[in-house]
Nanobody, 115 residues
Framework: QIQLVESGGGLVQPGGSLRLSCAASGTMLSINLMGWYRQAPGKERQLVATVTSTGNTNYANSVKGRFTISRGNAKNTVYLQMNSLNPEDTAVYYC?????????WGKGTLVTVSS
């Protein structure tokens, strides 16, 4: 059973930055695809960005040029550097790891962008 734990959320002012972290446990093998999704109040969960173990990335159009996803040196870790945050980025951010032909999810970390 894969477990993912996120950290790094919080309150930030518009224009500010945050860095989210996620670590997966439960396997000694490398999880090929990891990523971040977010769910704003009253909305469906949406893709933010994904990254493969070889470094291939994919971003939602709304975050391109502002967010950067990366894999950590430790196995099965993933980061999301978020810059130029705006109130529309307010959401619960979920870490995802695709393993055993299914997506596994963390419990989420809340990011609030407000002055």
């Amino acid at each position: 059973q894969i477990q993912l734990v996120e950290s790094g959320g919080g309150l930030v002012q518009p224009g500010g930055s945050l860095r989210l972290s996620c670590a997966a446990s439960g396997t000694m093998l490398s999880i090929n695809l990891m990523g971040w999704y977010r769910q704003a109040p009253g909305k469906e969960r949406q893709l933010v960005a994904t990254v493969t173990s070889t470094g291939n990335t994919n971003y939602a159009n709304s975050v391109k040029g502002r967010f950067t996803i990366s894999r950590g040196n430790a196995k099965n870790t993933v980061y999301l550097q978020m810059n130029s945050l705006n109130p529309e980025d307010t959401a619960v951010y979920y870490c995802m790891g695709f393993w055993g032909d299914m997506a596994h999810w963390g419990k989420g970390t809340l990011v609030t962008v407000s002055s």
